[in-house]
């Protein structure tokens, strides 16, 4: 029996599973905030409890994210775009293309029948193709963000939009508001100005099905929607598809697929946790 664990740390969130022999155990999720490595620890702990393990029972940790290197426990770490392809083979074997967006970037990714990065994009310079960009918008519109996704799907007209990197700012939601424009209407609008983003990196390494969204924003359907008709193919989205780094990282534990990099850490934290025992 092998127990293994993925940790995602993103810019705004950190995303834990943990496996046995194959099987997910358990997972976590909750804001990484400006202490990221305290943020992993709390959460890791969290986790653990919950399925009834200690962390001598994990034989492998790996991380991924843009943060990686803060889970100081980590037995090492392997990059975004690998673990979102080994997390979606696993779950989509069909799958060739992968779309992430997530709250700080979107990126694409081709993949191999093997599950094998092929190639990949990032629109890691401009804040529009994001997760945050959408609360930005959804607080100028007065909804949440589930709100937003959900009135989306109910807009009557398409509004001509700037496609710019800038998309569309906070002032000019307020002044189509100000304008008795609908809010759906609106919101379509900015839904479709992100997926526009979002589908030129995709185009940069080429869309080849089957195509699967993962990161926060796959759970976005508003927006899930205008990517769909922007590309012109049908987008899949696997469950809990937050959690895709995650749950790569931890199919690279399995596989013992990973680089030690962080490994230095582990035998300094090991020593601080041993002494304070």
């Not at 993949?111 to 990065?117: E, L, Q, R, T």
């Not at 589930?146 to 109910?154: P, V």
Request: one cysteine or more.
């Amino acid at each position: 029996m092998m127990i293994v664990a993925g940790i995602d740390v993103g810019g705004k969130n950190v995303h834990i599973v943990i496996k046995k022999d194959g099987q997910i155990l358990g997972k976590v999720s909750g804001p990484s905030g400006i202490k990221k490595a305290e943020s992993v620890e709390q959460l890791y702990d969290e986790v653990l409890k919950k399925v009834g393990i200690t962390r001598k029972d994990v034989e492998r940790v790996v991380a991924t994210g843009s943060a990686a290197k803060r889970v100081a426990f980590a037995n090492g770490a392997i990059p975004d775009v690998a673990a979102d392809a080994r997390g979606v083979i696993k779950l989509i074997p069909t799958a060739r293309t992968i779309i992430d967006v997530g709250a700080e970037e979107g990126r694409s990714i081709k993949i191999s029948a093997d599950g094998k990065v092929l190639d990949f994009a990032i629109n890691e310079k401009c804040a529009a193709g994001t997760g945050t960009f959408i609360e930005a918008m959804s607080r100028a519109l007065e909804v949440s963000v589930d709100e937003m996704s959900k009135i989306t799907l109910q807009s009557t007209q398409t509004l001509s939009t700037n496609t710019q990197c800038a998309v569309f700012g906070e002032s000019e939601v307020v002044s189509l508001i100000h304008q008795k424009t609908p809010k759906p209407d609106i919101a379509r609008a900015v839904m479709n100005a992100i997926a526009g983003r979002i589908a030129s990196v995709a185009r940069i390494v080429g869309l080849e099905k089957d195509v699967v969204m993962v990161g926060g924003m796959a759970k976005n359907a508003g927006f899930v929607d205008s990517l769909k008709k922007n590309i012109e193919m049908d987008v899949a989205v696997p469950e809990d598809p937050d959690y895709m780094g995650a749950l790569g990282a931890a199919e690279a534990a399995a596989a013992g697929a990973y680089t030690e990099e962080v490994k230095a850490k582990v035998v300094e934290r090991e020593t601080v946790l041993e002494g304070k025992g």
